[in-house]
């Protein structure tokens, strides 16, 4: 597609379960971020791919969170045991080549808002 | 620290208003790389602007323009003759060259145009 697309859009889960959200980058695009944004706050970094691997993911807030990209494109963040506290909107961005390079932006995607009851 | 303040959280003005979006950064960095990030209702962050810590010029895209001061670390967004259609979230962020390559973003402010 021609932006990033993220599924679902919403998830609602209880306590204590499983979830996964998707990412689908640009196509070409090989650096990929995944960011979360709780109420009336800016997005907060969380993990950073270029290809397959994670080349930082010191924004991690604990080992309950996990992401993977298996073939260097779509992407997919993991949430063992939910707690209410995860309850946010998780934003994937896209980039052409990696931010530090100065030559492109981060193009992101709608969200999903998740919510933990 | 590295660190972006938008000191306004909410902003209201009526339609055809010109209006001021205050961004303050923290870096140690040298160089540098500032962003203004719209958000509206849909949720998508849209981008609007990057620009180098090396070129201090003042940029204008219609009715938006932005002013890129180093010396007093700001980088303040100006929305000239508002519309309804500016109302949204806008985000001021900092990314830095060759490290890291994470966007850290300020808290927003939420912009009202009111018709």
């Known amino acids: 597609g021609a932006g990033v697309s993220q599924t679902p859009s919403n998830k609602v889960t209880e306590k204590g379960k499983y979830v996964e959200l998707r990412c689908d980058p640009i196509?070409?695009?090989?650096?990929l971020y995944w960011y979360r944004q709780s109420l009336g706050q800016g997005p907060e970094f969380l993990i950073y791919?270029?290809?397959?691997?994670?080349?930082?993911d010191s924004g991690l807030p604990n080992d309950r969170f996990f992401a993977v990209r298996p073939e260097g494109s779509v992407s997919t963040l993991k949430i063992q045991r939910t707690e209410r506290g995860d309850s946010a909107v998780y934003l994937c961005?896209?980039?052409?080549?990696?931010?530090?390079?100065?030559?492109?932006?981060?193009?992101f995607g709608q969200g999903t808002r998740l919510t933990v009851v | 620290a590295q660190k972006v303040t938008q000191a306004q959280t909410e902003i209201s003005v009526v339609e055809k208003e010109d209006v001021t979006l205050d961004c303050v950064y923290e870096t140690r960095d040298t160089t540098y790389y500032l962003f203004w990030y719209k958000q509206p209702p849909s949720g998508e962050l849209v981008f609007l602007i990057r620009?180098?810590?090396?070129?201090?010029q003042n940029e204008i895209s219609g009715r938006y323009s932005w002013n890129f001061q180093k010396s007093t670390s700001s980088f303040n967004f100006t929305i000239t003759a508002s519309q309804v259609v500016d109302s949204a979230v806008y985000f001021c962020a900092l990314s830095f060259f060759r490290r890291d390559d994470k966007i850290i973003f300020g808290k927003g402010t939420r912009l009202h145009i009111l018709p």
């Open positions: 791919f270029q290809g397959t691997g994670a080349a930082d």
């Open positions: 620009r180098n810590s090396f070129d201090e």
């Open positions: 196509s070409g695009h090989t650096a």
């Open positions: 961005a896209s980039s052409l080549t990696a931010l530090g390079s100065g030559s492109t932006e981060a193009f």
